[in-house]
């Protein structure tokens, strides 16, 4: 028995690199600042009030979680995205 399989063109997907340099640090700042600190708060009351240690890993897992969330929806919003090699890596040639 013979099985043909149809060919598929598989297109490399873009890399896309943050160009910090070029961002709006301070607003950047401004979004981080206001997110992170609820959960500054958060962690400051559950350390805090820690009765029972066996809760804790699912805790910083949590925060870790929402950390890294805010952090990458704040790039998202204010740090421009270039392909890579969109700029030239050097200007005289």
């Given at each position: 028995m ?21 961002c709006?640090g301070?607003?950047?700042y401004e ?16 350390l805090s009030?820690a009765?029972?240690?066996?809760d804790?890993?699912v ?14 929806n704040?790039?998202?919003k ?16």
């Amino acid at each position: 028995m013979i099985i043909r399989v149809a060919q598929v063109a598989f297109c490399k997907p873009a890399q896309l690199q943050l160009r910090w340099d070029k961002c709006d640090g301070v607003l950047y700042y401004e979004y981080t600042g206001r997110l992170l600190m609820p959960l500054l708060v958060e962690v400051e009351r559950t350390l805090s009030s820690a009765n029972d240690y066996n809760d804790l890993p699912v805790f910083i897992d949590h925060i870790y979680d929402e950390t890294i969330q805010i952090l990458v929806n704040g790039a998202n919003k204010y740090v421009p995205r270039y392909h890579k090699n969109f700029l030239k890596f050097w200007w005289n040639e």
